[in-house]
């Protein structure tokens, strides 16, 4: 599977953001979706992750009641809104998937930049 990320931007501390990741190849529903994120001069981390049908979902603790993952799975599509945007969530934003029988995340998208200023 192809992932495209889309939607970063710059923004102020506060603002709202649309995070998308646009997938192609195999069947879409085959994969369980995630966001991760790094920022300067950290490791990566995970932020969300979503159930290939959309109803289970669990967030890291550092943006759980902020951000929401969703998916689409007409379009093929998986979502992070992203609210009430603080400086420290300033990273790379790369979608990923798996599938359920898999541990890791095996496909990677490459990434789209959110800064948000203080």
């Known amino acids: 599977v192809q992932l495209q990320a889309s939607g970063g931007g710059l923004l102020q501390a506060g603002g709202s953001l649309r995070l998308s990741c646009a997938a192609s190849g195999r069947t879409f529903t085959t994969y369980v979706m995630g966001w991760f994120r790094q920022a300067p001069g950290k490791e990566r981390e995970f932020v969300s992750t979503i159930s290939r049908s959309g109803g289970s979902t669990n967030y890291a603790a550092s943006v759980n009641g902020r951000f929401t993952i969703s998916r689409d799975n007409a379009r093929n599509t998986v979502y992070l809104q992203m609210n009430s945007l603080k400086p420290e969530d300033t990273a790379v934003y790369y979608c990923?998937?798996?599938?359920?029988?898999?541990?890791?995340?095996?496909?990677w998208g490459q990434g789209t930049k959110v800064t948000v200023s203080s």
């Open positions: 990923a998937a798996r599938t359920s029988k898999s541990v890791e995340y095996d496909y």
